[in-house]
């Protein structure tokens, strides 16, 4: 992915402009073979539209989709849709993604239908059946109905109909935010197990890192739709170090309570400003205990700082939280 960008234009009444809402900006990375990369923000980030910018299932404003060595921008409808085969997605709430009227077997079945039109109604069905056995979905239960199942069910549902193409990479926006907390160690676990046997690669969408730092390779967070940190999940979990993300660590639960003590420093205060009217230079700074003037004179750079990491910030490397400070609060 390289300079990705993406705004809405917001109608705000009859007699005004249209405002622009910048909801990605100047986004590049690339995502291995094999690996799971993490996207990780608040709400309103862009995690969802970076997530359906790389599948084209939004145009971007700008930047390429390199899928291969093809800019998937550039394709023809034909051609991505042809390449759509191999680009899947699951969404969040499993039970509204799946259309009322038709039975599991025609859920999971209708991508091949216009994917792989040469497929006889025998080849669909056998497709179909070995896909309910992959995710954990008794096959008796090909003609029933989505609101027969439980939300858990529904999303293996939704992720037999992800894999039926044999897709090569797919976008989980938020997979298991609908589902109680007891059935999502189930589907995040079912998931790793399909991406090893599949042979997957994944994005996986989160506003919550411990889910995230569960699965994920790598860790990219996304803060007012620009990249400020991507490392890997150990490096983002024992060594953060953009404000930002330190302070999405505080709401994960440790068990060292001096660790916890010097997380708490970095809570994140206030609310998360509207994309329509972002703050000068780092964006963060509205919310940042480590703000100084630079800070709303000039963005920072997204700075490589060793391997293939990167922080947007001026101050990653004097803000180590001091021993004395970690004692006092
Ligand atoms: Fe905070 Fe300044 Fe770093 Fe932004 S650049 S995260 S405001 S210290
Ligand atoms: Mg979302």
Redesign the pocket.
Known sequence: IRGLGKSFSIATGLFSQPLELKALQDISFSIKKGETLGIVGESGCGKSTLGRCILQLIEPDQGQVLWLGQDLMKLSGEEMRKRRQDLQIIFQDPLASLNPRMTVGEIIADPLRTLRPELGRDQRRAKVVKMMEAVGLLPEMINRYPHEFSGGQAQRIGIARALITEPKLIVCDEPVSALDVSIQAQILNLLADLKDEFGLTLIFISHNLSVVRHVSDRILVLYLGRIVELATGNEIYDDPK???TKALLTAVPIPDPKLARQRSIDALRGEIPSPISQPSG?T??TR?R???PL?AEVR?PLETIGGDRLVA???WQE?EVPEEAMVEA
């Open positions: 953009h404000p930002y780092c963060f700074r940042c480590y703000a100084k800070c920072p910030c001026h101050r803000i």
